[in-house]
T-cell receptor
Framework: DSGVTQTPKHLITATGQRVTLRCSPR?????VYWYQQSLDQGLQFLIH???????AKGNILERFSAQQFPDLHSELNLSSLELGDSALYFC???????????FGSGTRLTVV | GESVGLHLPTLSVQEGDNSIINCAYS??????FIWYKQESGKGPQFIID?????DKRQGQRVTVLLNKTVKHLSLQIAATQPGDSAVYFC???????????FGKGTKLTVNP
């Protein structure tokens, strides 16, 4: 157990729908990072939050959004889902601004 | 542009042999590099890191070598074991950036 908790582990939904992925970082970690892993694109950085504030954005679609709450857990919202959004979504956490991320076990999203 | 690539997508070794996994990076401004191991159904797991002011760093059975002249990174695993079978990713980060750019990954298979 890495200490980073992601729920749900699996999610199957239809095109056009909206889903929310949840991440609880390791105790004491202030940063939360979201990554998307697909077969053809590998691990792609989506967004980074630090202590509730957005710090950096990567290749995140406008249909996707995220937030980090006062208790430091984070949610990734995916809307108007398309077949191509099917992927593994990983959350990682870290302390302060260091780079040694710890990844969760991911949420496998399947859009049908 | 920024990209981290791997020379070999698959590597098969015999148990007990040493393994070398290679990675080429293109961003000469990158100053921090990490190797991750990802087993099936799990999130990436931190193995070892190295900063650009170093050429070599050793861990338990693993060594990372950094050649900044040719922008090449390698991971050496000594006495490879079946439990080392996984996909290995290198990742790079540029100073001041919280974003890790991941390579496509190399699948290591250890044959008994």
């Amino acid at each position: 157990d890495s200490g980073v908790t992601q729920t749900p582990k699996h999610l199957i939904t239809a095109t056009g729908q909206r889903v929310t992925l949840r991440c609880s970082p390791r105790s004491g970690d202030l940063s939360v990072y979201w990554y998307q892993q697909s077969l053809d694109q590998g691990l792609q950085f989506l967004i980074h939050y630090y202590n509730g504030e957005e710090r950096a954005k990567g290749n995140i679609l406008e249909r996707f959004s995220a937030q980090q709450f006062p208790d430091l857990h984070s949610e990734l919202n995916l809307s108007s889902l398309e077949l191509g959004d099917s992927a593994l979504y990983f959350c990682a956490s870290g302390y302060q601004m260091d780079y040694g991320y710890t990844f969760g076990s991911g949420t496998r999203l399947t859009v049908v | 542009g920024e990209s981290v690539g791997l020379h070999l997508p698959t590597l098969s070794v015999q148990e007990g042999d040493n393994s070398i996994i290679n990675c080429a990076y293109s961003n000469s401004a990158s100053d921090y590099f990490i190797w991750y191991k990802q087993e099936s159904g799990k999130g990436p797991q931190f193995i070892i890191d190295i900063r650009s002011n170093m050429d070599k760093r050793q861990g338990q059975r693993v060594t990372v070598l950094l050649n900044k002249t040719v922008k090449h990174l390698s991971l050496q695993i000594a006495a490879t074991q079946p439990g080392d079978s996984a996909v290995y990713f290198c990742a790079e980060s540029q100073g001041g950036s919280e974003k890790l750019v991941f390579g496509k990954g190399t699948k290591l298979t250890v044959n008994p």
